[in-house]
């Protein structure tokens, strides 16, 4: 098969690395990571004109998009009309994360539980926050696309008011905050739990546990993810088959009924409240850097799945993970994720790489064709598979030693609240 990845951060690096057997691999744009696995392009996610003529020029099979912006941007209803399969969501099935006021009302209209919630666009500030006022302690997001920047968690009034006035008012977060969904704030842990789908029928992946905190200990703030593992143990069996039959299969049933047919990979992001599982958020596509650990325990042919998703018949099909843990390790830049230097040089790759288990996968990285320097916030994940979670997690912690740059940082916790249950 001919694949193209669209994307450039340590998902699409799982991603490369989970599809490396494909007969040609590109990746556009890649990064230093997935450059051994296939060939990088120069094309931006955004050109959706560029993408669909070199998938047609090269005879591409399977286009798999990794992040939701191009999706919501619409690349898989062009590739749908230029006749190329594609491993994504159309633009008005991606609505399930672009518009979490979307979210909430499908969820509602289909009794999926959620937390307790309303939106309010920008003239409507006086009752957004006498709303915020009545639910006490409560979350407020902005309704669009917000790049993990879009919920400010609010535990009194005052702050709840200052969060609207920033997003309604001051428009701190543009278009992407000009509706507001405030919802009640939830308590439990959060899991996530992945499938693949074709719109009809779906494979379960393995549920998964992010970090989303910058610091130990859950402090700090929100940052896209510096760590994950896979399975998680707070998501079981029963609790599995419960998200399935009240959240997974009647939003499946629902899309498809009003002519939004969801295709590609589905992320319920879950909160395991006293009174069962609990909907946080819907992404339309792998969690980065849950895809890193849940990826790498893919059994069977990766590559049919996802194009069974893409192109039907993923019913036929069967997945059973192996019976092993994967651990991820963000080792983030100084500062992340406030502002940070680029550009500092990263030693220790080789030697990580040599750990029994490990795969290190590049996000925001560069390179000269020598040296690698770190370029973005998370520079890097270093995962690492063992055969329970503990074993993975020290493969991982050793590797993450190993490799240096000025100013990296990472959590030293990831997976503790899984390794308190055993
Ligand atoms: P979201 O952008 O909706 O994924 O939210 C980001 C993070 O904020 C989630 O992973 C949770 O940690 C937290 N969060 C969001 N909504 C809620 C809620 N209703 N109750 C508690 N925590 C929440
Ligand atoms: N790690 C969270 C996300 O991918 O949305």
């Known amino acids: 098969m001919r694949i193209l990845i669209i994307g450039s951060g340590g998902r ?13 691999l590109y990746i556009a744009p890649g990064n230093p990571g997935t450059q051994g696995l296939g060939h990088n392009l120069p094309l931006d996610p955004s050109d959706h004109h560029g993408i669909v003529s070199f998938a047609r020029d090269e005879k591409i099979d399977l286009v798999v998009v990794g992040p939701e912006q191009p999706l919501a941007n619409g690349l898989a209803d062009a590739l749908d009309q230029g006749g190329i399969a594609c491993f994504g969501p159309t633009a008005a099935a991606a609505e399930i994360e672009s518009s ?7 969820m509602q209209r289909n009794h999926i539980p959620t937390a307790e919630w309303r939106s309010f666009e920008s003239d409507q500030y006086e009752e957004a926050k006498i709303y915020a006022e009545q ?4 979350v407020v997001k902005a309704s669009g696309l917000a790049a993990g920047k879009g919920a400010i968690m609010c535990e009194h009034s005052s702050e709840a008011e200052k969060a609207l006035r920033e997003l309604l008012i001051d428009g701190n977060l543009g278009d992407a905050g000009k509706e507001v969904v405030i919802e009640e704030w939830m308590t439990g842990e ?11 029928d779906y494979l379960l992946l393995d549920s998964a546990q992010d970090h989303k905190r910058v610091f130990d200990n859950d402090q700090g703030p929100n940052t896209g993810g510096m760590g994950a593992y896979a399975p998680a143990p707070v998501m079981t069996q029963q609790l599995i088959e419960t998200t399935c039959s009240t959240v997974i299969e009647p939003v499946l049933q629902s899309m498809a009924s009003e002519g939004r ?4 990979c589905l992320y319920a992001g879950l909160m395991i409240t006293d009174e069962g599982p609990k909907v946080v958020e819907f992404n339309c596509r792998f969690g980065d850097p849950e895809a890193q650990v849940v990826l790498p325990l893919m059994d069977g042919d990766p590559m049919e799945m996802l194009l069974c998703a893409a192109t039907g018949g993923i019913g036929n099909l069967r997945y059973s993970a192996q019976s092993k843990s994967a651990a991820c390790v ?22 990580a790489s040599e750990v029994s288990g490990s795969l290190i996968f590049h996000a925001g990285t560069s390179t000269d064709g020598n040296s690698v320097f770190t370029n973005g916030g998370r520079v890097l994940g270093v995962t690492a598979i063992g055969s329970t979670l503990q074993d993975a997690l020290h493969r991982a912690y050793q590797a993450a030693d190993i490799i240096e740059f000025e ?6 916790d990831i997976g503790h609240r899984a390794l308190h249950r055993e």
């Open 12 to 24: 699409e690096h799982a991603l490369a690395w989970t599809l490396k057997n494909a007969e040609a």
């Open 100 to 106: 979490k006021s979307f979210a909430k009302a499908l």
């Open 135 to 138: 639910l006490g302690p409560c």
């Open 190 to 200: 959060e899991a996530s739990l992945f499938i693949l789908t074709d719109g009809d």
């Open 261 to 264: 047919l969801y295709k590609g």
């Open 330 to 351: 963000v080792l983030a830049s100084g500062g992340y994720p406030g502002d940070y230097p680029k550009g500092k040089v990263i030693t220790g790759l080789k030697e």
């Open 407 to 412: 100013g990296k940082h990472y959590r030293r």
